[in-house]
């Protein structure tokens, strides 16, 4: 028998922490396999592409792992871990100085030129997207990055599901209207 994968549902998160607190490094790993994007995420959402992205999801992850005794709730790993992160980049747009800066107004831009021969759309979907108020750019990103459902996603933001579904629906128009994209709506 291999060994089981980090998204398996044998897995909880409550009995990876047990583990892990009990000295199971490998049980953190998986932990780190299953949310790091969703840390990527929040580090889009918040700075948009930055160089040193890694280092960002790497020091999230280690305060989480030297904070393992201090969660309360185990099951809301994902949530304890994103709430790391969100602080994370707080912390970085204030050491540049950007205290006045709203998280509306950060670019999420792609880290590098494109090559050539790739869609034009796509560049333009990062920069309308990165262009988003916060709370509809999150929603996005929840949504079609880390395939969150609607009830998962009120989980994490604690709004209602009904709440959600209006940011999405919101996020949805603007980017039919940036693209040109006429509505479907009858």
Request: charged share 35%.
């Amino acid at each position: 028998m291999g060994p089981v994968p980090a998204s398996s549902p044998e897995l909880r998160d409550e009995d990876l922490i047990r583990q892990a607190v009990r000295g199971a490094k490998e049980a953190f790993g998986f932990l780190v396999l299953r949310y790091s994007r969703a840390v990527r995420s929040v580090v889009l959402t918040c700075l948009g592409s930055t160089a040193d992205m890694d280092d960002l999801v790497q020091e999230c992850f280690l305060r989480a792992y030297k904070g393992l005794n201090r969660i309360e709730d185990p099951s809301r790993f994902g949530h304890y871990v994103r709430r790391i992160a969100r602080n994370l980049c707080i912390d970085r747009i204030r050491r540049r100085g950007n205290d006045q800066l709203s998280l509306d107004e950060v670019e999420l831009e792609p880290a590098e030129v494109p090559p050539p021969d790739e869609d034009d759309r796509l560049p333009k979907l990062r920069r309308v997207v990165g262009g988003l108020p916060e709370a509809l750019r999150e929603a996005v990103l929840l949504f079609y990055f880390e395939n969150l459902s609607v009830r998962e996603m009120a989980d994490h933001l604690g709004i209602s599901e009904a709440s959600v579904s209006q940011r999405l629906s919101r996020a949805r128009a603007r980017l039919r209207e940036r693209f040109g994209l006429e509505s479907k709506a009858s």
